[in-house]
């Protein structure tokens, strides 16, 4: 399909110093989890984006100094020479398809601990760590400014040798040495660095002109600036010292990156900001500066971008989440294609890699992270090797996602869903309070096995077994799901609740489906991600009178992963929700609960009229069963094999369904694999 000319200004060339930019899609830096310590899979995860089209691909935050060490989480590291073959890897395969590779340079003052090179971190101040770690910072001297300088210009340069295009100075997230010397809060020096904006700008300026003087020749030098940190007169904002700084350093760099800060603010959840929530914080930036200016907010739509363009708000569409969800965005809009875009649905699982330092992985996008350790491709999958039929049973993330790359692969589908409609859990979890944008989980995959004439679809179809054996597939994946369990066991009960009989118990699947509670509702979360917290919310605008009752310390505590936890909280707060942590239950009687607090096992009871259990997942496998006790008739009904996939096999995140029920579709017709079924990065021992 030719691509629709109202999106022809995305494509259009932008100059940015002395590069050019092929088009307007700038993929702006993001971590991944991958960092130092998976090198082969971050230059191939990046080498994906520049072939799906973004001009400009970036690096995540790249430590230029030891003394900036995030261990234990994977971000970039170029400290010395050594690191350069790496670097050099991820640019060669930027530029392999003709996009502009851009490096973050970061020096993270009191944010890293610094727990591998033991150096004490440079900052503004003397100050404690930013996390719940006993380490300080050394507040720096003239000396140390000075050496700071220079580690700075030598990482320019050193990134310039490994080919990168664009070398950013970092100045946002509230994560950044020059963010805290910017800051009031973290700076209140004395010195010419300290006192008037002037003055706490000064590194910044300098940290800016010492690498357009080292580098600039050649290499774009942007700046990544947090314009607003939403604290009001006690943080930098649009209204005040953030539009001042941009001021005074307007035309200084090669392009402004802008943002809000900190990170939780600058990727913020489906479930609390719309897309382009960024939008009034930044757009005063492009009336101030001549520079091109990117800006972030979870697009996806190639009108809204058209629309940010045509009015001036930025001059790049800047993407994370959405290029980790889409590698291929920009050629899907190019190619007239823009239906086929597989939309990030904000659910921030990608931010958890990061912090859970693992590689990343994407509910949308299967293959992140899988592009070098499987050869996984977003775009291209194997050609089928059989004539192979194969039945989906179940039509929720895992069955979907099969079914679409089985018949992507050539394959003949039976997709079958007891239900009226496609979906499973995807389909009532997106009905709950602010995550309608989950379901774009079904609703791309049912556009695409819709489209494929070799998937056929069987709704309102509950098979069993006996029906299984009639419908001539050669392969079977029972993809049932994992309904909540009723009798509260879980991680903290190991039995039954005691007296649950007596009051009236709902599940998380009682209350998608329908139920509605009114009176004193207890919720039990004993699950910690967010369906507790979200019950919570739903019930309490339905006119319960909630409690939210959990062993862990915090409301939903699994969010802290996913950015989310503190506004899950303050939510919850506010709209009168009655929390109570660190207890569990004891037992259940009419009318009532009693609680046992997990340190002392002290009891209080509370009123309660019914009692909501999100406790655990319970695999639903009665038609795997089954039709494995039946295994001596599959021969004769031509079935080769039986798999149960996803929450089936094991439930867990959307994510991890989805990914399951991808790897059902890849590994189909393949010799089963023995030993570890993928590439690993392993370390080189050292020669002495
Ligand atoms: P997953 O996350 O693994 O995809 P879901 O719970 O979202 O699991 O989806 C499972 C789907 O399977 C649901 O839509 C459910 O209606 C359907 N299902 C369960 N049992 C059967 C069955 N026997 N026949 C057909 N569909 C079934
Ligand atoms: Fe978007 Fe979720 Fe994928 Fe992250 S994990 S890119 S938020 S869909």
């Given at each position: 399909?030719?691509?629709?000319?109202?999106?022809?200004?995305?494509?259009?060339?932008?100059?940015?110093?002395?590069?050019?930019?092929?088009?307007?899609?700038?993929?702006?830096?993001?971590?991944?989890?991958?960092?130092?310590?998976?090198?082969?899979?971050?230059?191939?995860?990046?080498?994906?984006?520049?072939?799906?089209?973004?001009?400009?691909?970036?690096?995540?935050?790249?430590?230029?100094?030891?003394?900036?060490?995030?261990?234990?989480?994977?971000?970039?590291?170029?400290?010395?020479?050594?690191?350069?073959?790496?670097?050099?890897?991820?640019?060669?395969?930027?530029?392999?398809?003709?996009?502009?590779?851009?490096?973050?340079?970061?020096?993270?003052?009191?944010?890293?601990?610094?727990?591998?090179?033991?150096?004490?971190?440079?900052?503004?101040?003397?100050?404690?760590?930013?996390?719940?770690?006993?380490?300080?910072?050394?507040?720096?001297?003239?000396?140390?400014?000075?050496?700071?300088?220079?580690?700075?210009?030598?990482?320019?340069?050193?990134?310039?040798?490994?080919?990168?295009?664009?070398?950013?100075?970092?100045?946002?997230?509230?994560?950044?040495?020059?963010?805290?010397?910017?800051?009031?809060?973290?700076?209140?020096?004395?010195?010419?660095?300290?006192?008037?904006?002037?003055?706490?700008?000064?590194?910044?300026?300098?940290?800016?002109?010492?690498?357009?003087e080292a580098v600039g020749d050649t290499c774009a030098v942007p700046i990544r600036f947090a314009v607003d940190e939403l604290l009001g007169s006690e943080g930098l904002s649009c209204e005040n010292e953030a539009r001042d700084v941009v001021e005074m350093l307007a035309e200084m760099p090669d392009l402004w990156d802008v943002n809000i800060a900190d990170w939780d603010n600058d990727s913020q959840t489906s479930r609390f900001a719309e897309s382009g929530y960024q939008e009034p914080f930044i757009s005063f930036v492009k009336k101030i500066t001549s520079k091109p200016v990117v800006g972030v907010g979870?697009?996806?739509?190639?009108?809204?971008?058209?629309?940010?363009?045509?009015?001036?708000?930025?001059?790049?569409?800047?993407?994370?989440?959405?290029?980790?969800?889409?590698?291929?965005?920009?050629?899907?809009?190019?190619?007239?294609?823009?239906?086929?875009?597989?939309?990030?649905?904000?659910?921030?699982?990608?931010?958890?890699?990061?912090?859970?330092?693992?590689?990343?992985?994407?509910?949308?996008?299967?293959?992140?992270?899988?592009?070098?350790?499987?050869?996984?491709?977003?775009?291209?999958?194997?050609?089928?090797?059989?004539?192979?039929?194969?039945?989906?049973?179940?039509?929720?993330?895992?069955?979907?996602?099969?079914?679409?790359?089985?018949?992507?692969?050539?394959?003949e589908v039976m997709l079958a869903e007891a239900t009226k409609e496609l979906g499973g859990r995807v389909r009532h979890e997106s009905r709950l309070p602010s995550l309608i944008q989950w379901g774009r989980v079904r609703d791309y995959r049912e556009y695409q096995i819709r489209q494929l004439s070799n998937v056929e679809i069987y709704l309102d179809n509950q098979l069993a077994a006996d029906d299984i054996l009639t419908l001539d597939a050669n392969h079977v994946a029972i993809a049932t799901g994992s309904p909540w369990r009723r009798d509260g066991r879980g991680r903290e009960h190991h039995h039954d609740?005691?007296?649950?009989?007596?009051?009236?118990?709902?599940?998380?699947?009682?209350?998608?489906?329908?139920?509605?509670?009114?009176?004193?509702?207890?919720?039990?979360?004993?699950?910690?991600?967010?369906?507790?917290?979200?019950?919570?919310?739903?019930?309490?605008?339905?006119?319960?009178?909630?409690?939210?009752?959990?062993?862990?310390?915090?409301?939903?505590?699994?969010?802290?992963?996913?950015?989310?936890?503190?506004?899950?909280?303050?939510?919850?707060?506010?709209?009168?929700?009655?929390?109570?942590?660190?207890?569990?239950?004891?037992?259940?009687?009419?009318?009532?609960?009693?609680?046992?607090?997990?340190?002392?096992?002290?009891?209080?009871?509370?009123?309660?009229?019914?009692?909501?259990?999100?406790?655990?997942?319970?695999?639903?496998?009665?038609?795997?069963?089954?039709?494995?006790?039946?295994?001596?008739?599959?021969?004769?009904?031509?079935?080769?094999?039986?798999?149960?996939?996803?929450?089936?096999?094991?439930?867990?995140?959307?994510?991890?369904?989805?990914?399951?029920?991808?790897?059902?579709?890849?590994?189909?017709?393949?010799?089963?694999?023995?030993?570890?079924?993928?590439?690993?990065?392993?370390?080189?021992?050292?020669?002495?």
């Open positions: 399909m030719p691509r629709d000319p109202r999106y022809d200004i995305l494509f259009e060339p932008v100059k940015i110093g002395p590069k050019i930019a092929r088009n307007r899609f700038y993929q702006v830096p993001h971590c991944n989890g991958m960092g130092h310590q998976h090198p082969s899979s971050l230059a191939a995860m990046r080498g994906v984006k520049a072939e799906g089209g973004w001009a400009v691909v970036s690096t995540e935050e790249v430590e230029l100094h030891y003394s900036s060490d995030l261990s234990p989480f994977n971000e970039g590291r170029l400290w010395d020479d050594a690191d350069i073959p790496y670097h050099s890897r991820v640019v060669e395969k930027i530029h392999e398809h003709g996009s502009l590779a851009a490096i973050e340079l970061v020096y993270s003052s009191f944010h890293s601990i610094n727990n591998y090179s033991r150096e004490a971190p440079l900052s503004a101040i003397c100050r404690p760590n930013d996390s719940y770690d006993p380490t300080y910072s050394h507040a720096m001297n003239k000396a140390d400014i000075k050496a700071f300088r220079q580690w700075h210009r030598d990482a320019a340069l050193r990134a310039k040798r490994c080919g990168y295009d664009l070398i950013y100075v970092y100045c946002g997230h509230n994560l950044t040495l020059q963010s805290h010397f910017l800051s009031r809060r973290y700076n209140d020096r004395t010195d010419e660095y300290g006192g008037s904006l002037e003055n706490r700008v000064r590194l910044l300026r300098e940290t800016l002109q010492d690498t357009l979870r697009y996806t739509s190639p009108d809204a971008m058209v629309k940010l363009i045509k009015s001036g708000v930025m001059d790049m569409i800047g993407a994370a989440r959405p290029s980790i969800a889409d590698p291929f965005l920009p050629k899907k809009i190019e190619e007239g294609r823009v239906e086929d875009i597989r939309e990030c649905i904000g659910c921030n699982m990608c931010v958890v890699g990061d912090h859970q330092a693992v590689p990343m992985r994407c509910t949308q996008n299967p293959t992140m992270g899988e592009e070098w350790r499987r050869d996984w491709h977003p775009e291209k999958i194997a050609k089928k090797t059989s004539d192979s039929r194969i039945l989906i049973v179940g039509a929720g993330p895992t069955g979907m996602e099969a079914a679409m790359a089985l018949g992507q692969r050539g394959y609740i005691p007296g649950l009989d007596s009051n009236a118990i709902y599940t998380p699947d009682d209350i998608m489906q329908g139920a509605t509670l009114t009176g004193d509702v207890l919720v039990y979360d004993d699950e910690h991600y967010y369906m507790g917290g979200v019950l919570a919310e739903k019930l309490c605008q339905d006119g319960a009178n909630v409690t939210l009752v959990t062993p862990a310390t915090d409301v939903s505590t699994f969010t802290h992963n996913s950015l989310e936890q503190h506004r899950i909280q303050k939510q919850l707060i506010e709209m009168g929700v009655t929390i109570i942590t660190t207890h569990s239950i004891a037992s259940v009687a009419a009318d009532s609960v009693t609680l046992a607090c997990t340190y002392t096992s002290r009891e209080q009871q509370i009123a309660a009229q019914s009692v909501v259990l999100v406790t655990a997942m319970l695999p639903e496998t009665a038609v795997f069963d089954a039709l494995q006790s039946h295994s001596e008739q599959w021969a004769d009904a031509g079935i080769k094999t039986v798999d149960c996939i996803g929450d089936a096999y094991a439930p867990g995140t959307i994510a991890a369904a989805v990914w399951s029920g991808h790897r059902y579709a890849r590994e189909m017709d393949t010799e089963n694999v023995t030993g570890v079924p993928f590439k690993r990065e392993l370390i080189r021992l050292s020669s002495n």
